[in-house]
């Protein structure tokens, strides 16, 4: 009986006429509010009876089953009266049944938080405008957080428009101010680079302007904005919500980056169709026969000058070797990329050849040339934000992995975050470019994994998976995506092995606990 009042579990223990029997100091705080009563006396009462709608149905059924088929039971529910998220695990007593409460609304909030930025990742990935980005953002924080007053604002020139806002009853949200990228709350967090959190304006003695909020959160996206996000009561934001409002923004950051480097890749493909192109023409043996006078200045001469020489005065041997092999196989056109090593010009270039007679490239072909260090450049700056992109799940406290998937369906991995790395690189070799099946033990059953990339939806499963600190019980999600036309995934590890391993240790507490009640 000691055990019981001293454990920081909720127990209850009733009867098979649903009368409360035994309950811990714990127990009877929550009782006592779900069954919205003031009483002291909970022992003897009938549980069912006395329960609000909203606990009573899922706890009646839990019991009802456990007493059934006298084995343990374990269901999650959420208790209006406490407006908290419970596991409550419910094992069969000679005289009844035996229920534990765990609040676990933490748990469960993030959980929600995750899944919902998953999606939103997927989203802001897909989106090619800035404005269109801001949008998910505030619809993501009044949709999945909760929180009726948001603006987006992005920098544009020297000031931080509102580029997306949120329109809560009264509009106050509607009409905000554009600011200068140092001015107010916005400028100074994104001149600081981190998130300021107000938690009471009143007592601050700072005005937003809109009276019905009284605690304010602001969050830099990068360099490119801030997101601001007002609550309705003093100290209005959770430890959760505050980490899932970072983890957006740096979705947020790595969506802006992205877009503008694709937006300037555009840009650049266009003005390259309206530039007059480096062109060249080469004879079956290889000769010049025209070249146009931007291609001779690359090589340091004057057009005449280059006109009858030989493509390997020019060259590297290797490069065009290569390119006679590919001529060779028949092909009438084709596109190549070549370094300044391999065809001295100075810049990485693309060239597209074409066969002078159709059916017979090795009589001759004739070639544009086309100077790409400023898209080499922009691809791998487009490279550079993908893995400020990637960066999300990096800072993931569960361990993620991104894989590719090859044409048979196989997993390949591209990247894994520091948590990965200490529970799966069990062997201390690099994971990178491995098959993930050699580094975490596959599925027996891959119907669902196979059902969702035939969908493109999220998966979502429950599992054992042996890790360097032995076998430990996981959710994992998985999310599909595409890049350039590649299949990837992103994976979360969710590690529920405490949970598990708690909800043994209160089995094996409540057979001493029944072994105590039958002797007293």
């Avoid at 428009?161 to 101010?177: D, F, H, K, V």
């Avoid at 032995?470 to 994976?491: A, N, Q």
Wanted: aromatic share 6%; with cysteine.
């Amino acid at each position: 009986a000691r055990s019981i009042d001293r454990m920081s579990d909720w127990f209850v223990a009733i009867d098979d006429e649903w009368r409360v029997t035994r309950v811990n100091e714990a127990g009877e705080r929550v009782l006592r509010a779900a069954m919205d009563s003031d009483e002291r006396q909970i022992r003897g009462r009938r549980l069912c009876e006395s329960l609000t709608d909203s606990v009573e149905p899922p706890l009646r059924e839990t019991c009802r089953e456990v007493a059934r088929t006298g084995e343990a039971a374990t269901v999650e529910t959420r208790f209006e009266p406490l407006d908290a998220w419970f596991s409550v695990h419910a094992y069969p007593d000679p005289d009844g049944v035996s229920v534990y409460f765990r609040e676990i609304s933490t748990e469960k909030a993030l959980q929600t938080g995750y899944r919902a930025l998953l999606e939103t990742a997927q989203t802001l990935l897909a989106a090619t405008e800035p404005d269109d980005i801001a949008a998910t953002v505030v619809e993501t924080i009044v949709d999945e957080l909760g929180y009726e007053h948001c603006v987006v604002r992005l920098v544009d020139g020297d000031d931080l428009r509102p580029a997306a806002l949120s329109e809560p009853a009264g509009g106050e949200t509607a009409t905000r101010p554009t600011y200068d990228r140092d001015e107010g709350l916005p400028g100074e967090a994104l001149q600081r680079g981190e998130p300021i959190e107000i938690p009471d304006l009143d007592a601050a003695g700072v005005d937003i302007g809109i009276p019905a909020v009284h605690s304010t959160l602001t969050v830099p996206i990068g360099e490119h904005g801030t997101i601001s996000v007002g609550a309705t009561e003093p100290d209005g934001f959770s430890e959760v919500d505050t980490q899932l409002l970072e983890v957006l923004a740096l979705v947020a950051t790595a969506a802006l980056e992205r877009d503008d480097r694709l937006q300037l890749l555009g840009r650049y493909r266009a003005a390259l169709e309206r530039t007059n192109e480096m062109a060249f023409a080469l004879d079956e043996n290889g000769d010049l026969t025209l070249a146009t006078e931007s291609l001779a200045n690359r090589w340091g001469y004057d057009r005449d000058e280059v006109l009858g020489q030989n493509i390997l005065e020019f060259a590297s041997r290797e490069f065009v070797e290569s390119l006679s092999e590919q001529l060779q196989r028949g092909d009438d056109a084709m596109t190549i990329e070549a370094t300044d090593a391999e065809t001295n010009l100075g810049v990485p270039v693309e060239i597209q050849l074409s066969a002078i007679t159709p059916g017979e490239p090795t009589a001759g072909v004739v070639g544009i040339v086309h100077d790409i260090s400023t898209l080499a450049e922009t691809r791998a700056d487009l490279e550079e934000e993908q893995d400020r992109f990637r960066y999300l799940f990096e800072q993931l406290p569960s361990p993620a992995v991104e894989v590719r998937l090859d044409a048979d369906d196989d997993e390949r991995i591209e990247r894994t975050n520091a948590r990965f790395e200490e529970l799966f690189e069990v062997d201390d070799a690099p994971s990178e470019g491995r098959l993930l099946s050699e580094v975490v033990e596959p599925p027996a059953d891959r119907s669902r994994d196979e059902q969702m990339l035939t969908e493109g939806s999220t998966a979502e499963r429950r599992g054992e998976r042996l890790t360097a600190t032995g076998r430990r019980t996981f959710i994992i999600r998985t999310v599909p995506f595409g890049i350039g036309g590649e299949r990837r995934l992103f994976r979360i590890y969710i590690d529920i092995t405490e949970e598990t391993r708690r909800q043994r240790q209160l089995e094996m507490l409540h057979r001493v606990l029944r072994h105590n009640l039958r002797n007293e």
